[in-house]
């Protein structure tokens, strides 16, 4: 789907580099996969200590820390 959106080109430029993307679509794209990743493990971490958990804690801490 194609948008037409305001974003600042230094922050932009930024994200590309970060990314190493070849594209600044491609950038956008894992910068967005990436934030909502993150919200997702934010909201798993939150629930810490509210049920029983029988998965592997090592597992979670590597997504936690994006090395999964």
Same mark, same amino acid.
């Given at each position: 789907m194609r948008v =037409?959106? %305001?974003i600042d080109d230094e922050l932009l430029d930024q994200?590309? =580099?970060y990314t @190493? %993307? %070849?594209n600044r679509s491609e950038a956008v794209r894992i910068a967005l996969n990436a934030y909502v990743r993150r919200q997702k493990i @934010?909201?798993?971490l939150a629930m810490r200590g509210t049920m029983e958990f029988d998965g592997d804690v090592e @597992?979670?801490?590597a997504l936690e820390t994006g090395h999964g």
């Open positions: =037409a959106l %305001s994200v590309v =580099a @190493e %993307s %070849s @934010e909201q798993i @597992e979670l801490r």
